[in-house]
Nanobody, 117 residues
Framework: VQLQASGGGSVQAGGSLKLSCTTS???????????MGWYRQAPGKQRELVAE???????NYQDSVKGRFTISRDNAKRILYLQMNSLEPEDTADYYC?????????WGEGTLVTVSS
């Protein structure tokens, strides 16, 4: 199983980006019943949870991104998304997608988001 995050880039404060996490080698039922999340790691800081979504589409967000970020999933395409609006310089980080299914714990490579003031 491989996860590939994409959609990062450089934007000015107030701008938007949409991250995608595509999967390969994962069967539909595993994706459908997985718990998924987006994490980020800024330089010199620990990796932190940004948003997560359950198999029932319940979502949870870090307080700093509530109202600005939206996590979603397309089970048919097996893609995880993170829509990021009203970006702030503090959102600058490498963003990673994560999929958990039972004892399985998959991570993708990071995609860099840089927000300038």
């Amino acid at each position: 199983v491989q996860l590939q995050a994409s959609g990062g880039g450089s934007v000015q404060a107030g701008g938007s980006l949409k991250l995608s996490c595509t999967t390969s080698g994962m069967i539909w039922s595993t994706f459908r019943f997985s718990r998924m999340g987006w994490y980020r790691q800024a330089p010199g800081k620990q990796r932190e949870l940004v948003a997560e979504i359950t198999s029932d589409d319940d979502t949870n967000y870090q307080d700093s991104v509530k109202g600005r970020f939206t996590i979603s999933r397309d089970n048919a395409k097996r893609i995880l998304y993170l829509q990021m609006n009203s970006l702030e310089p503090e959102d600058t980080a490498d963003y990673y997608c994560n999929i958990k299914y039972g004892s399985w714990d998959y991570w993708g490579e990071g995609t860099l988001v840089t927000v300038s003031s």
